[in-house]
């Protein structure tokens, strides 16, 4: 596509259950990136994977979260046993190898009830 | 490790009034700085982008500055219109080995630019 796609674009979910977040990055960036916000507040690093690295996963906030890009395209953000904290704008971003610029998708809004 | 610091966190200002939004970095070895603009409910376009020889870029109302020996931006509005109101993120480029380049997001500027 033309653009980066999150989806859902809206999740509402009970909480304890999981819930599972699409990023598909535009075709050729080799790095991606996950960030929220929570209400109010500004973006919080979540995951960042550059190509076939290892992924710097030193935002995830517990082991409840867990991300993954597979074929260095397509990544989804999972968060087991949601809790009322995790409701927040999840949003994603690619760039190129060159880092010249950051294209975000139009995010995940995430509301755990 | 690299930080990109923003401030304020948040910003009101009255329709029409100028406004400056801060930018400080320890992002190394850098590359560029972009700002992006935030509206409500979508995802952060780029307004700018500064590259290490440039000090002043304006781009309509915003004028970015850049001062790489102090890693400091700044995204100076003029005239604020109602428009304005949005969330301003300043992006940091750096080269992170194997000729690939990591960005380091600030958590952004809440403006709201209110009649």
Not at chain 1, 54 to 72: H, N, V
Not at chain 2, 47 to 74: C, H, P, V, W
Request: aromatic letters at 8%.
């Amino acid at each position: 596509g033309a653009g980066v796609s999150q989806s859902p674009s809206n999740k509402v979910t009970e909480k304890g259950k999981d819930v599972e977040l699409r990023c598909d990055p535009i075709s050729g960036h080799t790095a991606l990136y996950w960030y929220r916000q929570s209400l109010g507040q500004g973006l919080e690093f979540l995951i960042y994977f550059q190509g076939n690295s290892a992924p710097d996963k030193s935002g995830l906030p517990s082991d409840r979260f867990s991300a993954e890009r597979t074929g260095g395209s397509v990544s989804t953000l999972t968060i087991q046993r949601t809790q009322q904290e995790d409701s927040a704008v999840y949003l994603c971003a690619s760039s190129p190898r060159t880092g010249a610029e950051a294209f975000f998708g139009q995010g995940t809004r995430l509301t755990v009830v | 490790k690299n930080q990109v610091e923003q401030s304020p966190q948040s910003l009101i200002i009255l329709e029409g009034k100028n406004c400056t939004l801060q930018c400080n970095y320890t992002v190394s070895p850098f590359s560029n700085l972009r700002w992006y603009k935030q509206d409500t409910g979508r995802g952060p376009v780029s307004l700018t982008i500064m590259t290490f020889s440039e000090n002043t870029k304006s781009n309509g109302r915003y004028t970015a500055t850049l001062d790489a020996d102090t890693k400091q931006s700044s995204l100076h509005i003029t005239a604020s219109q109602l428009s304005d109101s949005a969330s301003y993120i300043c992006v940091v480029s750096a080269a992170s080995g194997a000729g690939s380049y990591q960005l380091t997001f600030g958590k952004g500027t809440k403006l709201s630019v209110i009649p």
